[in-house]
Nanobody, 124 residues
Framework: QVQLMESGGGSVQAGGSLRLSCAVS????????MSWFRQAPGKEYEAVAN????????KYADSVRDRFTASRDNAKNTLYLQMDSLKPEDTAVYYC?????????????????WGQGTQVTVSS
């Protein structure tokens, strides 16, 4: 059974940092496309970062590039999202998601497995 569980959310002031974790069970994360998404109240899902399987690289959304860093610890089967220079517009529920197959992109409907989400609130 595939399970994803996020942690590390919280409240910070603008300019601060948070580190999210996504612990995965039921499969080996290096064999799947892993991604971070977020959803602000009343808005659609927004892709944050894709981590390609097999060391294929990481792709970031323009809104977070140079501020957020996604990574994967294969030994711990855990995904991370280091968020620096946070802005109020980063406030959202953050999700990790996974899908099998070669495609690894920003369309949230293509992902089969999701965590429960963790709230990130950035105050000005």
């Amino acid at each position: 059974q595939v399970q994803l569980m996020e942690s590390g959310g919280g409240s910070v002031q603008a300019g601060g940092s948070l580190r999210l974790s996504c612990a995965v069970s039921g499969y080996i994360i290096d064999t799947y496309c892993m991604s971070w998404f977020r959803q602000a109240p009343g808005k659609e899902y927004e892709a944050v970062a894709n981590i390609f399987s097999g060391g294929g690289g990481i792709k970031y959304a323009d809104s977070v590039r140079d501020r957020f860093t996604a990574s994967r610890d294969n030994a711990k089967n855990t995904l991370y999202l280091q968020m620096d220079s946070l802005k109020p517009e980063d406030t959202a529920v953050y999700y990790c998601a996974a899908r099998r197959g070669d495609w690894c992109g920003f369309s949230h409907t293509a992902y089969s497995y999701w965590g429960q989400g963790t709230q990130v609130t950035v105050s000005s």
